[in-house]
């Protein structure tokens, strides 16, 4: 089983930044897809940016501009890089892995923007 955890969250106000990490043990020769999601309470779990096999990435359009996904394959993290966050970037936010085969998640880490 392919582990992923994230970390990196935490209180913040508006405007400000956080970045979010996810370790994982996946092998980089299986990985097609990496992303990020996030859920808050009482709504749908939403892709918020993916980064794709050959490094092209994809936002959300509530984030495009603000947030920047990354990856090092060295270290085996995808990173997201949020800055001008908004109340509404509020959420649990959970690192997502798709190989050929399987999706992997992470356990979630909590993201709150609040003045």
């Known amino acids: 089983q392919v582990q992923l955890v994230e970390s990196g969250g935490g209180l913040v106000q508006p405007g400000g930044s956080l970045r979010l990490s996810c370790a994982h043990s996946?092998?980089?020769?299986?990985?097609?897809?990496m992303g990020w999601y996030r859920q808050a309470p009482g709504k749908q779990r939403e892709l918020v940016a993916l980064?794709?096999?050959?490094?092209?990435?994809k936002y959300v359009d509530s984030v495009k501009g603000r947030f920047t996904i990354s990856r090092d394959n060295a270290k085996n993290t995808v990173d997201l890089q949020m800055n001008s966050l908004k109340p509404e970037d509020t959420a649990v936010y959970y690192c997502?892995?798709?190989?050929?085969?399987?999706?992997?998640w992470g356990q979630g880490t909590q993201v709150t923007v609040s003045s």
């Open positions: 997502n892995i798709k190989d050929f085969t399987r999706d992997y």
């Open positions: 996946a092998s980089i020769f299986s990985i097609n897809v």
């Open positions: 980064i794709i096999r050959g490094g092209s990435t």
